[in-house]
Structures are given as structure tokens and as C-alpha cells.
């Protein structure tokens, strides 16, 4: 088996959306779904943009998908050679993960297509495409290249205003509705001579459209080379999408590729793991790391990662807890400097947290739970839509989730102690630390008789349970959040003088006395036969299987969770919530009860988000669960191999790749099996092998310098790179 690639032969249109996720090609900078060339909307092609939203009339805001400018069609003798129009003879496609190069070929009788593309690793703005066809009859053949802006959008249209540019370079600009961003994307072509040549403006784009006489056995190749910039990018996004079209196509679709896995291999040596003993595992982790590093954000030092990445709109393009805790532990210990940026974002969307938090009448920072560009809080307060009545329902995400200002400050206490590297405090985060312990000062309900402060009406990661009081995952969660701030003190212990004048700049004197008192008296959870109780009153609900509740449903697509769900009066839960809390916070229980809670929890799990099945992995290897593990981790692996994975949420589609598994998948390699712990640079393993797996190796980076970590069932070693 080859454990770089994913093929699939035949083309069905109804696997269209869940292939054009499997088969992304993407840099960080866009996505490309992996759809063929002459694709329309019914197939979804979208060349999706990170950071760059958009908002149509009062639907939901979301990323803004450019102008296809690699659209390609081919005509033979009248005859369109194009999936979705003409039945192939055979299809098959392929996604490299080594090199991330998107292939395919197709069969039409006539004509076969054969193309290569990606998205450069080497210069994000850049998309490139060679098209290879192959005749079988003689005839004329017609091949319409351009920037098609007959787009996949769910919420759209989102550029309006479309002006079109002939000349060696099409090109297609266009505004964004809502801020009037400037997006523009321009094509070149490189061909043998001959032929017809002519450009066509239509409303669906610019074309250019060249006629070869072509005989049969004949082959014609052509290289497209296209450019995406933003008025975000730079003041003349027109003209550099030209000039960087035009470069690219004198350099040479060969020398742009090289360059392109050349960045593709320094990503996988600095972030590969290799397991051996089990091809389809070693090719999902592959998978996994191939689409978490494709989204990542390497041309800006202050972006963060959508839930989805970037193969489409789906969850407006937000960023969730998914960033700090899935993706953030790849990142910090292989490509620390993409860690600092999903950081970055979060300190530089600390006034659109402390703006939120003032909309709801409380004080310092409340991070929005769908995060869009400049810390809009993109989730509305009706998130699902009834699949029985096609009403919206009132969902509580944005306003009672709030560990998700304690998962921020979790992920930059981690940077700051798995890197020893302060400076990320210094550029902001300390106030970001601050100012989210502030939040929960102000959110905390102290009891009548002043001992106790509980945490009412939130909502944990299990999203299924509205309303709750004393999540124990969020109580603890503010816990090491309140800590966290007043632990500040030392880590600037010698700096006193600037740390006072950022209490003093933040008026934080009356909190900071607050602090250790709140800490101390937030309250403690129901401990049952050792099983901790996820939050007052869950022992209490109707104890039933996940059997029983699946059986209640009325329709596939019903929502389990809210008022009307059949999970929120049982206690089938979504996702892990006690035990996300035990994988990360290591001590929190001793092995027994963590035993305990692992059978309590897991049997009434439904595993409904892609974020669970990692959770449970990671805490079923500290406790010798191992063939629990390798089938979590397997599940968690191969979410985007298989296509696995909820696609609706009620009547609302919620498909796209899953880089929270995609990071889970790493983590439970990483920290799960080899048992993986790095503090200050300092670098310590304790390998708990699945027996499947004869050897697991990946390198770490600890203050700057590489490690290779080398795994097998005799034991473990780290080693320089
Ligand atoms: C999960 C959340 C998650 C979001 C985005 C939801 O289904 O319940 O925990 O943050 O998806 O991945």
C-alpha cells in the first residue's frame, strides 16, 4: 500500500462535495477543493481565502471563495469532455501527500484528460495546473482556459462589480459586499504554437479560448499558472496577481514545482512521524498531517486556522477552541513559529473579546466562540435549523461557552513553557491572560455563604447539554486560567516594576486581590464511585444507551442537543468533556479514578464532533488501554481519508476536512503513544506502544534545535537530528 497517496476510481456527483474535501489542495493562504478543471457549482469547486470574510444581506458571514482560476474545459468535435456533462469511460484521482499535487485522468472515449495541479507551497499566491490531452479521434478541439466566477458560495454571492483584462494575462477583479475588498485573480498559459486564439468575456468569467486541429494519437499539453492576491495582501492586488501569474509562467511549470516540494519536504522534516507496522495507520497519519499542515499559516505571522481549514465555508471560516487545543500542539513542538502565530491572532483579537464580553454587561475578555478576521464573533444566536418545523433554534455556543477565553490562555501558558520563550507574553499576552481571568471574575456567582463560587447557566464541550451549572471541564479550565494570571508575577519576577505597570495600565489592583480568593472557592465537582459528575445534576438524567437514544430519533439529520434534543435529558453526551479535561490536565486524577471515568464517560459518548475520539486516545494510553487507542486513534486518523464525519448539523451542512482530528491524530503519535513531554526546551518521553506498531519516529523542535524521537516496542530514544 502506498502510504503517501489517497486514489479513487469512478466519479459519482452525489461523492462531490465529500471528494473536493478528501482531494484539497491548499497553502495556508487558499484552498483549492479538489474537484476536476471544468467543474460548475453543482460540483463545488472553491479556491477558498484565509482571513478574508464577507457578509450577504443578514445571512451568516464567511470566508470569501475566489474566482476559479484554474478552470479549464475541453471540447472535441462538439462534444463536451467534462464531468457532470459527459459519462467517463474511467476516472481516477489522486492527492500526494508528500508533495500535496492533486492529480487526475479521465477517461471521455474521445479524449483522455490527464492533469496535475497544486497550491504552492513555495509562493502561496500561486495555483498551477498541467493539463495534458490525449486524442483518440481527429477533429477540432476547443479548450476554454480562464477565471471561471461561476463559483461554489453557501452564503453568497459575495464580489460583485466584475471587471475583466485581456492580454498574456486574463484577469478577473472584483469587491467584496460587505467591506469592499478587492479580490483578483489573473491566469497565463503556456502552449506549443498553433491554432486559434481568441478571449472571451462572458458572465461567468474570462476565457481564453484556443482551437487545434488534432488528429488521432495526438497529445497537447498546456501549463496554466494562476495568481490570487487581496487588497489585504497590498495596495494593487491587480497588478501583482498579473506579474506573478506572468513570473511564474516564465519560470516554468517544472521549476515553480520544484520549488514546491522542496517547501513540502522541509515541512515533513520537520514535522513527519513514521510508523511502521501498519500501512493503513501510517498512511492515515500521513492524511492527517498533510491537511493540518496545509493550512497552516506560513506567509502571515498572525493568522489562525478555521475549523474546517480552508476547503470551504462551512462554520463561516471561524476559529474555535480547535485552534488552541487541537491544532496548537503539532504546531508548538514541530513548527513552533506557526504555534505563535495561531497566538498572535488571538492577541491581536484581544478588543473584540473585551467588546464582546462588555455586549453581555461583564468585564475583561470574552473570546468570541466562532472567531472571524479582527475578533468578530461570527456565531449567531441560532445556530441549527429544526429539521421538522425549518425553524432556526436558539443555540446558547456564543453565549455560555466560555472556556473558550481559559482554552486561549491554556494554549499560551503551553507555548510558554514547552518553548521557554517569553517574548509572546511580553507582545500582548500577558494582557490577554489577564484580561480573560478578569472575565471570569466577573462571570463567577459567589454562593450566599460567600464559600463557594460557582460557574451557572454554561455550556462544556459537550455541546448536547444547554444551560448548565458547574461544568467541571470549564470550572477547571478558569481554575488554571485565574492561576495562570497570578503565576504572571513570577514569570516576570525580574522585571517587577514593568509587570506592576501593566497592572496599573489595566486598573487590575482590586481584581488582582481577587484572583487567589475566587480561585480557591470555585466549586468542586460530585465525585460518584470515582466517576466525577460533568456538571450538577448530570447523575440525575435518564442513564440510557447511546442505542436507546439513537432509537428516539424521528430523522437522521435531527439535532440530539438543545431544549428539544433527545440527548439533553439523558446522559448521552457529544463529545468528551470530563475526560477532555483529563487529557489536559494530566494530574487532575489519579489512574484509578481516571479508569473510572474513562468507563463511566466513553459507553455514553456519541462521538459527534471530530474532537472527542482523540480525547478518550490520549487518556486511554496513560491508563493501559492500548487497543482502545489504536481504534480511536485509527477513527481520529482516518477522518479524512474516509470522509468520515457528521455532515449536517439539523439542516445546516457542516462538511469539510477535520484538522482538529487532523491534530488529534498527533497528538495521541506523539503524546499518547510515545508519551511525548517537553518543558522549557527539555525533552522527555515514556513510550506506551499499541502492538501493532514495531516503530514510531518523528522529530520535535525544543529552543530552536531538532530532536528525532525514535520509538519501538523495546523502548524509547531521543536523539539530535
Ligand atoms: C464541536 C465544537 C467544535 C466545533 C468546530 C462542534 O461540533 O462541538 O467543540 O469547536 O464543532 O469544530
New binding site residues.
Given amino acids: 500500500m502506498d502510504t503517501w497517496s489517497l486514489e479513487k476510481i469512478g466519479f459519482n456527483p452525489k461523492d462531490a462535495a465529500l471528494d473536493g474535501n478528501r482531494f484539497l489542495c491548499a497553502n495556508g493562504y487558499l484552498g483549492l477543493r479538489g474537484v476536476p478543471e471544468e467543474a460548475g457549482p453543482s460540483l463545488f469547486p472553491a479556491v477558498t481565502l484565509a482571513g478574508v470574510y464577507d457578509q450577504v444581506q443578514d445571512r451568516w458571514r464567511e470566508p470569501v471563495n475566489a474566482p476559479n482560476g484554474l478552470y479549464l474545459r475541453l471540447t472535441l468535435n462538439g462534444r463536451p469532455m467534462a464531468l457532470g456533462k459527459t459519462d467517463p469511460v474511467c476516472h481516477r484521482q489522486k492527492i500526494d501527500y508528500r508533495s500535496g499535487i492533486f492529480e487526475r485522468e479521465t477517461d471521455f472515449g474521445p479524449a483522455i484528460v490527464r492533469s496535475h495541479r497544486f497550491a504552492s507551497m513555495a509562493d502561496c499566491h500561486l495555483t498551477l495546473d498541467r493539463y495534458e490531452m490525449r486524442f483518440r479521434e481527429d477533429g477540432e478541439a476547443v479548450l476554454r482556459a480562464g477565471v471561471s466566477t461561476d463559483i461554489w458560495d453557501i452564503n453568497g454571492p459575495h464580489l460583485s462589480g466584475f471587471a475583466y483584462q485581456g492580454g498574456d494575462a486574463l484577469l478577473a477583479h472584483a469587491l467584496t459586499g460587505e467591506k469592499g475588498i478587492r479580490v483578483a485573480v489573473a491566469q497565463s498559459l503556456r502552449t506549443e504554437d498553433g491554432g486559434e486564439e481568441s478571449v472571451e468575456e462572458t458572465e461567468q468569467g474570462v476565457f481564453r479560448v484556443l482551437r487545434r486541429a488534432v488528429q488521432a494519437g495526438s497529445v497537447w499539453t498546456v501549463s496554466v499558472f494562476s495568481a490570487v492576491f487581496t487588497s489585504l495582501d497590498g495596495a494593487d492586488p491587480e497588478k501583482a496577481a498579473v506579474k506573478t501569474c506572468l513570473r511564474a509562467k516564465e519560470e516554468g511549470f517544472s521549476a515553480c514545482l520544484r520549488a514546491h516540494e522542496e517547501a513540502w519536504e522541509n515541512i515533513w522534516e520537520s514535522s513527519e512521524i513514521v510508523l511502521e507496522g501498519d500501512d493503513t495507520a501510517a498512511r492515515a497519519l500521513h492524511a492527517s498531517q498533510y491537511h493540518l499542515n496545509a493550512i497552516a499559516p506560513r506567509h502571515s505571522d498572525r493568522l489562525s486556522i478555521p475549523?474546517?481549514g480552508l476547503s470551504g465555508q462551512t462554520?463561516k471560516g471561524a476559529v474555535?477552541?480547535?485552534s488552541e487545543i487541537f491544532f496548537f500542539p503539532m504546531f508548538v513542538h514541530t513548527q513552533p513559529k506557526i504555534a505563535r502565530s495561531l497566538l498572535r491572532y488571538r492577541i491581536d483579537t484581544l478588543p473584540g473579546a473585551i467588546k464582546k464580553a462588555e455586549e453581555y454587561g461583564y468585564r475583561g475578555a470574552f473570546y468570541p466562540w466562532e472567531s472571524q478576521e479582527g475578533g468578530v464573533e461570527g456565531c449567531t444566536n441560532f445556530n441549527v435549523v429544526d429539521v421538522f418545523t425549518h425553524r432556526p433554534v436558539r443555540t446558547y455556543f456564543r453565549d455560555k461557552q466560555i472556556h473558550i477565553s481559559a482554552d486561549v490562555v491554556y494554549a499560551l501558558r503551553s507555548y510558554y513553557e514547552i518553548t521557554g520563550d517569553r517574548s509572546l507574553l511580553e507582545e500582548g499576552g500577558a494582557r490577554v491572560i489577564l484580561e480573560c481571568a478578569r472575565f471570569y471574575l466577573s462571570r463567577a456567582c459567589a454562593h450566599v455563604d460567600d464559600e463557594r463560587v460557582d460557574f451557572d447557566d454554561v455550556i462544556g464541550?459537550d455541546?448536547y447539554h444547554e444551560r448548565v451549572r458547574n461544568n467541571a471541564f470549564t470550572n477547571q479550565m478558569i481554575r488554571h486560567c485565574l492561576n495562570t494570571a497570578l503565576e504572571l508575577r513570577e514569570v516576570f519576577s525580574d522585571r517587577p516594576e514593568r509587570f506592576s505597570a501593566l497592572l496599573r495600565e489595566l486598573h487590575y489592583e482590586k481584581d488582582w486581590a481577587l484572583l487567589a480568593r475566587v480561585l480557591e472557592r470555585i466549586s468542586r465537582p460530585r465525585v460518584k464511585n470515582g466517576v466525577t459528575e460533568q456538571f450538577d445534576g448530570y447523575f440525575d438524567l435518564e442513564d440510557c444507551s447511546l442505542d436507546m437514544v439513537r432509537s428516539r430519533l424521528r430523522d437522521p439529520r435531527e439535532y440530539w442537543g438543545g431544549d428539544h434534543g433527545v440527548a439533553g435529558t439523558t446522559q448521552i453526551i457529544?463529545?468528551a468533556d470530563v475526560i477532555a479535561m483529563a487529557a489536559l490536565f494530566p494530574d487532575v486524577f489519579p489512574d484509578d479514578q481516571l479508569n473510572a471515568n474513562w468507563a463511566y464517560y466513553e459507553p455514553r459518548t456519541e462521538h459527534?464532533?471530530?474532537?472527542s475520539a482523540c480525547m478518550y486516545a490520549l487518556t486511554a494510553c496513560r491508563i493501559g488501554r492500548l487497543e482502545e487507542a489504536w481504534k480511536l486513534f485509527l477513527k481520529t486518523a482516518e477522518i479524512d481519508v474516509s470522509g468520515e464525519g457528521?455532515q449536517w448539523?439539523g439542516e445546516i451542512y457542516?462538511g469539510g476536512t477535520h484538522p482538529?482530528s487532523n491534530g488529534g491524530a498527533w497528538m495521541i503519535a506523539a503524546l499518547g503513544f510515545a508519551g511525548l513531554k517537553m518543558r522549557n526546551g527539555r525533552i522527555e518521553i515514556n513510550p506506551r506502544l499499541p502492538k501493532t506498531v514495531k516503530r514510531l519516529r518523528f522529530p520535535v523542535t525544543a529552543s530552536g534545535k531538532r530532536f528525532i524521537i525514535d520509538i519501538t516496542q523495546a523502548g524509547g530514544k531521543i536523539l539530535p537530528a
Fill in positions: 475549523a474546517r462554520y474555535f477552541w480547535d464541550p455541546e457529544k463529545q459527534g464532533s471530530s474532537l457528521k448539523a457542516i482538529a
